[in-house]
């Protein structure tokens, strides 16, 4: 007799208690595709009949979305393709409360409509008393997107060609600020801009002038750019996009813009990304003048910026709860980064190196922060980036280095698991 003959009917495996426990949990759909898969490869003889409905289990995805965990080895901080900041459990915690139906545009007390998202202005503008008003929307293109379309329709920015910058992905901001209708005009060089090249390029039509911070590359030698307080001094608004979210100033990275000080020096308004070193989710702030933040707000085009509640919790509980995995990581004592290293060494035969991390795309270009890396060999490298957690490092000379500066120390036993596993199933 064909052994096929005794395959299961879909209607049968899916009747085991524990795929329809799963399909509660995940979902029909996906509990379905674990078991087509499993069907087929009786079918085509990879599975005996009576495994399929095992191998169905073995399948189902950990959860209803291929979004998986990755523990950050790399030693870049703040890494795009890992979704830049990790929450802290804070965050998670104030997301997960606010995933219900929550209290985002209603005043419980007098049960009337309130203004939405004020838990997270009310912080944001408490963190930085000298933002007369702020403004959120979904990310920091955003920002720059809606002070253009509401502020520059029509009318001039003026920037220094040493600022014109691409933030990553082929997005570049002059295209981003040019789709508003708003017109660049460029001053100066790329090393070297003046105030007074601004000053010569002001005229009636000038709507702002924009200050860029370039923030994942960094020019050296004969350069020179005007201040802020400079510029302030020429009349028309200064807005600054201070890129990393650095809300006030941050001794370990001497050359990153914050918030607090960019306004002090004059500038109208601020911008700034949520989740680079500020450390928390997706977002754009703008921080700066009432009446330029008012007029931001109320422009038509602020709507479709607007956030959800999930970020508008998230960020709420960034800006007043504890310390961020971001601010963590970037201030963890390199001798406890050794000892980390050297445990983990220990448990998986592996060497401790030196190493320097970066905070990345989010900021301080060229700035390196001492720590270090469990060294192993780099053959492992693919099975611990497939693995669950996935386990991400990087390269260097035929080793794999896992970077104790990016990764949470509870990220360590993790690490130490998935790299266990991994040497079993090479064997
Ligand atoms: C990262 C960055 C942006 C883009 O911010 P998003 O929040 O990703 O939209 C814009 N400007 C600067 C200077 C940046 O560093």
Known sequence: MDPRRRIPSTHIVLADPRLTEA???LGETLVKRAVDSALLSARIGELAPEQVVDAAVARLPARATGLAPVVNA????VHTNLGRAPLSDAAVDAIVAASGTVDVELDL??????????????????????????????????????????????????????????????????????STGAQLREVGTTNRTTVTDYEAALHDDTAFILKVHPSNFR?????????????????????VDIGSGLLTHEPLLPDEPDATSTLRAGAALVTASGDKLLGGPQAGLILGSEDLVERLRTHPMARAMRVDK?????????????KTPIAQCLH????????????????????????????????????TLPSFAVAIDAAFAQT????????????????????????APSHDS??????????????
């Open 74 to 77: 790399t030693g870049v901080l």
């Open 310 to 322: 999930l970020t508008l919790a998230g960020l709420e509980a960034t800006l007043s709860g504890p």
């Open 219 to 239: 020019i050296a030698g004969f350069t020179s750019e005007a201040s802020v307080s400079e510029l302030a001094e020429l009349g028309p608004p200064v807005v």
């Open 384 to 407: 611990l980036r497939t693995g669950n957690p996935a386990v991400l490092g990087r390269i260097r000379d035929k080793q794999l280095l896992l970077d104790l500066r990016t990764m």
């Open 23 to 25: 399909s509660q949990r």
């Open 109 to 178: 007390t007098t049960g009337l409509r309130s203004r939405r998202g004020r838990g997270a202005t009310t912080a944001l503008t408490s963190a930085v008393p000298s933002a007369a008003a702020v403004h959120i929307v979904n990310n920091n293109a955003a920002a720059l997107c809606l002070i253009a379309t509401a502020l520059a329709q029509g009318k001039d920015i003026i920037v220094s060609k040493g600022e014109l910058v691409e933030i990553g992905d082929g997005f570049r901001l002059p295209d981003l600020l040019a």
């Open 414 to 427: 993790l690490v130490v698991g998935a790299i266990q596993r991994a040497r079993t199933a090479c064997m």
């Open 332 to 367: 963890a004592d390199p001798e406890v980064l050794r000892t980390r290293a050297a445990a983990i060494a220990d448990a998986v035969d592996g060497a401790v190196v030196e190493t320097e991390a970066v905070v990345g795309g989010g900021g301080a270009p060229g700035l």
